[in-house]
Nanobody
Framework: QVQLVESGGGLVQAGGSLRLSCAVS????????MGWFRQAPGKEREFVAR???????GYADSVKGRFTISRDNAKSTVYLQMYNLNSEDTAVYYC?????????????????WGQGTQVTVSS
């Protein structure tokens, strides 16, 4: 059974940093692409970042230059390092796994999801 478990969320002041982790079990992390999405209250789930099997990455324009996605296949963990956070980054953050080679921006491309971790940025 595939399981994705996010951690590392919390309350941070504007301008601060957080690192989210996504622990993956039930499959070899090297066999999937991974993505991070977020959902704020009253809004649709939106793409944040992706990392393909080869390590290629992609970012939403709103986080480009501030967030970095990475993966450690040996530890079966994907990370999202977030810098210079602002109030618009407040949301529940989800990691997701995709059997496609590169992943993508659309949630429908992802086959398994974690339960989410809350990130709250105070101004």
């Amino acid at each position: 059974q595939v399981q994705l478990v996010e951690s590392g969320g919390g309350l941070v002041q504007a301008g601060g940093s957080l690192r989210l982790s996504c622990a993956v079990s039930g499959l070899a992390l090297s066999s999937v692409s991974m993505g991070w999405f977020r959902q704020a209250p009253g809004k649709e789930r939106e793409f944040v970042a992706r990392i393909g099997r080869s390590g290629s990455t992609g970012y939403a324009d709103s986080v480009k230059g501030r967030f970095t996605i990475s993966r450690d296949n040996a530890k079966s963990t994907v990370y999202l390092q977030m810098y210079n956070l602002n109030s618009e980054d407040t949301a529940v953050y989800y990691c997701a796994a995709s059997t496609s080679y590169t992943g993508g921006m659309a949630p429908r491309l992802y086959n398994a999801w974690g339960q989410g971790t809350q990130v709250t940025v105070s101004s």
